[in-house]
């Protein structure tokens, strides 16, 4: 048996907050988690809304029901299966989305924001696609596996990582968060990690850290 591709064309969905204009200084892509949705992120950011920054948040396109059949319907950016294919998919998808926003405002500082699973999305996307950014905020999540953070030639290593965590996420216990600190200071990047007090969540303290680093 032989599994086959064809592409075809699929309508995503996103929201944004703020005007995109020659007064905007700052675009925030912000990537949501595995079961969450655009509007549910666009929610938890609610706090970094500015007149003079952009905030746009995609959606993964693949949507499902939380509770089996009904219920909270919610997104992901992708499963193990076909995984490349959903990659290509998903990256295709957000590089259309940061040229139509850099065809309106070329000169924006960009930041990529991703929270739990969102973050392995947001490096991924960085790593492999030839966008620029000026600064990477990953939250509650772990970076795409197979990025080499050794590679001087891939664009990711090249701009300011902060790492940001709750004290209190269950998924991510402290143990974790020193692996990852010493495997990113053995490297020499820019990288910083920031701990705050909370849960797997984006909550008031996690978004004072992040206005920080606007």
């Known amino acids: 048996m032989k599994?086959?591709?064809?592409?075809v064309s699929k309508t995503a969905r996103y929201y944004t907050e703020g005007d995109l204009n020659k007064n905007t200084k700052v675009v925030v892509f912000l990537l949501h988690g595995y079961g969450q949705t655009a509007l549910s992120m666009m929610k938890s950011c609610a706090g970094l809304k500015s007149d003079s920054r952009f905030l746009i948040a995609p959606e993964g396109l693949s949507?499902?029901?939380?509770?089996?059949?009904?219920?909270?319907v919610v997104a992901?950016?992708?499963t193990s299966d076909d995984r490349e294919t959903e990659i290509s998919d998903y990256t295709r998808y957000l590089n259309k989305l940061y040229d139509q926003v850099q065809s309106i405002s070329p000169d924006c500082k960009m930041?990529?924001?991703?929270?739990?699973?969102?973050?392995a999305t947001g490096t991924r996307w960085v790593s492999r696609n030839q966008r620029k950014f000026q600064k990477i905020i990953s939250i509650a999540g772990a970076p795409a596996k197979e990025i080499d953070w050794n590679d001087p030639t891939d664009p990711i290593n090249s701009i300011p990582h902060l790492y940001i965590v709750g004290n209190d996420d269950r998924w991510i216990d402290e143990k974790a968060i020193d692996r990852t600190r010493a495997k990113f200071d053995a490297t020499g990047l820019n990288f910083e990690i920031e701990i705050f007090e909370g849960d797997h969540s984006i909550n008031d303290e996690a978004t004072a850290i992040i206005l920080q680093h606007l």
């Open 76 to 78: 992901s950016w992708m």
């Open 111 to 119: 930041i990529c924001l991703g929270f739990s699973q969102g973050v």
């Open 3 to 7: 599994a086959n591709h064809i592409r």
């Open 63 to 72: 949507r499902f029901y939380w509770e089996q059949f009904s219920g909270k």
